[in-house]
């Protein structure tokens, strides 16, 4: 089946300083990729998402970059904010099942003063 | 306007008590999306709903638990005879089109003594 995964699964930055959270994949025909937000005690929140036909998409402090040739994909936040403090996800819709969202297992950012 | 709600938000029960779930996507959202997440990690798919039909339950663990959707909104997740492995965060998410945005309630914590 599809795997996804987080290089490291925590990641403690200054206020400020920029983040980088990486996701790996490894079904080469997936063609949609999306990055969630989830703070303590809530459900994911949409954050940016990325099409393979793109190696990079930027949104509000937030670029996801995307190398199809190594299967990569980054989430990058600038200047880091207490509020971003969360768990960060990369998920895959999965077309054979409704585009069911296939998540790694997360990101803990936590962002210190 | 009104994002996804789930009730209860906490839910205890004695294992082999029956246990239901409710979710309420956001209004005009044709697929609905059942997720369980572990403690720790990611959300991991269960059961999706087009309207009131149930096109994909290979998620679902074990014939304790169902999943239903009668009038194509709020949908119901129930888990019969609980076993203390159910013990997780059950997330309802709700898009447009299948393939649309994923948006996701908070959750019901459900704890299986």
């Known amino acids: 089946g599809e795997s996804v995964g987080l290089h490291l699964p925590t990641l403690s930055v200054q206020e400020g300083d920029n983040s980088i959270i990486n996701c790996a994949y490894s079904?080469?025909?997936?063609?949609?990729f999306i990055w969630y937000k989830q703070e303590s005690g809530k459900g994911p929140q949409f954050i940016i998402d990325i099409r393979s036909n793109m190696d990079k998409r930027q949104g509000q402090r937030v670029t996801v970059l995307l190398n199809k040739t190594v299967k990569h994909l980054s989430l990058q936040i600038a200047a880091t904010q207490p509020g971003d403090s969360a768990v960060y996800f990369c998920a895959l819709p999965t077309p054979n099942s409704g585009y069911a969202l296939n998540f790694g297992k997360g990101t803990s950012l936590l962002v210190t003063p | 306007g009104a994002g996804v709600s789930q009730s209860p938000r906490y839910k205890v029960a004695k294992r082999g008590q029956d246990v239901a779930l409710r979710c309420d996507p956001i209004?005009?959202?044709?697929?609905l999306f059942w997720y369980q997440q572990a403690l720790g990690q990611g959300p991991e798919f269960l059961t999706y709903f087009q309207n009131e039909a149930q096109l994909d339950k290979s998620g679902l663990p074990s014939d304790r638990f169902f999943a239903e959707r009668p009038e194509g909104s709020v949908s119901t997740l129930k888990i019969q005879r609980t076993q203390q492995e159910d013990s997780a965060v059950y997330l309802c998410a709700s898009s447009l089109p299948a393939a649309d945005t994923q948006y996701f309630g908070p959750g019901t914590r459900l704890t299986v003594l």
């Open positions: 079904n080469s025909a997936s063609d949609y």
């Open positions: 209004s005009g959202h044709v697929s």
